[in-house]
């Protein structure tokens, strides 16, 4: 059974940093794309990154270029979102996702940004 | 900016056929966008229905199918049940050198 495990959301000033994890299990996470997706309360869908199965190819939204990088541990199953000068319009649920598409996902970990 | 439009919301009785559907401020979208589609309800974390425009995931009831209709992808319900009732989400992939997916705004299907 494919699991999608994330963890590290939390309150956090602005300007702060926080970085997200993500455990998999249930597939070869080495085959796999990686995605992050994010939700902003009460909103639609954000894309925000994702990563090649090797970790060499990295994409990201305009809005988070500079500030969060993606990457991945294949040893470790484990997934990653580092977040750096954060704006509360980063405020939001962040998923992690199998695949390019997105075909299976985690619950999800909230992230605020707030003083 | 790329902007992916979807219908904000759709009503259908039980047991109707509705159609979503998907455009992009870029033009036409063609298969090579790859339209995903996601159902999401209350609380809970999307779940991927369709991939690569047509193709269903094991998990996808029969009732949905995914197309591409007047340069649109489209994602239609026939014979649609409560349990339907939810919002739905489309992706399309957007190649090049400054690669990105770009999700529609979502449309909020209610079964009444």
């Known amino acids: 059974e494919v699991q999608l495990v994330e963890s590290g959301g939390g309150l956090v000033q602005p300007g702060g940093s926080l970085r997200l994890s993500c455990a998999a299990s249930?597939?070869?996470?080495?085959?796999?794309?990686m995605t992050w997706v994010r939700q902003a309360p009460g909103k639609g869908l954000e894309w925000v990154a994702n990563?090649?199965?090797?970790?060499?190819?990295?994409y990201y939204v305009d809005s988070v270029k500079g500030r969060f990088t993606i990457s991945r541990d294949n040893a470790k199953s484990s997934l990653y979102l580092q977040m750096h000068s954060l704006r509360a319009e980063d405020t939001a649920v962040y998923y992690c996702?199998?695949?390019?598409?997105?075909?299976?996902w985690g619950q999800g970990t909230m992230v605020t940004v707030s003083s | 900016q790329t902007v992916v439009t979807q219908e904000p919301s759709l009503t259908v009785s039980p047991g109707g056929t509705v159609t979503l559907t998907c455009a992009s401020s870029?033009?036409?979208?063609?298969?090579?966008?790859?339209p995903n589609w996601f159902q999401q309800k209350p609380g809970q974390a999307p779940r991927a229905l369709i991939y690569?425009?047509?193709n269903k995931h094991s998990w996808t009831p029969a009732r949905f199918s995914g197309s591409l209709l007047g340069g649109k992808a489209a994602l239609t319900l026939s014979g649609v049940q409560p349990e339907d009732e939810a919002e739905y989400y489309c992706?399309?992939?957007?190649?090049?050198?400054?690669?990105?997916?770009?999700f529609g705004g979502g449309t909020k299907l209610t079964v009444l």
């Open positions: 690569s425009t047509t």
């Open positions: 990563i090649k199965e090797d970790g060499s190819d990295k």
């Open positions: 992706l399309l992939y957007y190649g090049g050198a400054q690669l990105s997916w770009v």
């Open positions: 249930g597939f070869t996470f080495s085959r796999s794309w």
């Open positions: 996702a199998k695949g390019r598409g997105g075909d299976f």
């Open positions: 870029t033009g036409a979208v063609t298969s090579g966008y790859y």
